[in-house]
């Protein structure tokens, strides 16, 4: 199961920062990522992270802004979100998948394996 945690309110130009622990397995040989879904859009890739060997992939409307990590000892993943705006509005899933996953397939919904229930992330002008 992946649980994430962390979302909140907050204004225009603030930072935040989203986390997603896992039970039941470890994501040592996996990747893992978060998505977030604005009401009336399609679920949207963030950013992920190659558990292998930590190398990580932004969309190009958060790269700059976010940074996503991982803890292998809390078999935990990280997402911290600076310089937020309006747009950022949304719930924030985090995914995961079994293997490491190459750069090309991050962005499709359909490459991960297990999703959690998302935390709600919203930003105020």
């Known amino acids: 199961q992946l649980q994430a945690s962390g979302g909140g309110l907050v204004q225009a130009g603030d930072s935040l920062s989203v986390s997603c622990a896992a039970s039941g397995r470890t994501f040592s040989s996996g990747t893992t990522g978060w998505f977030r879904q604005a009401p009336g859009k399609e679920r949207e890739f963030v950013a992920g992270i190659r558990w292998s060997d930590g190398n990580t992939f932004y969309s190009s409307s958060v790269k700059g802004r976010f940074t996503i990590s991982r803890d292998r000892v809390k078999n935990t993943m990280y997402l911290r979100m600076n310089s937020l705006k309006p747009d950022d509005t949304a719930v924030y899933h985090c995914?995961?998948?079994?293997?490491?996953?190459?750069?090309?397939?991050?962005?499709?919904?359909?490459?991960?394996?297990?999703w959690g229930q998302g935390t709600q992330v919203t930003v105020s002008s």
């Open positions: 995914t995961a998948a079994r293997s490491s996953l190459i750069m090309s397939s991050f962005s499709s919904p359909e490459s991960w394996h297990y």
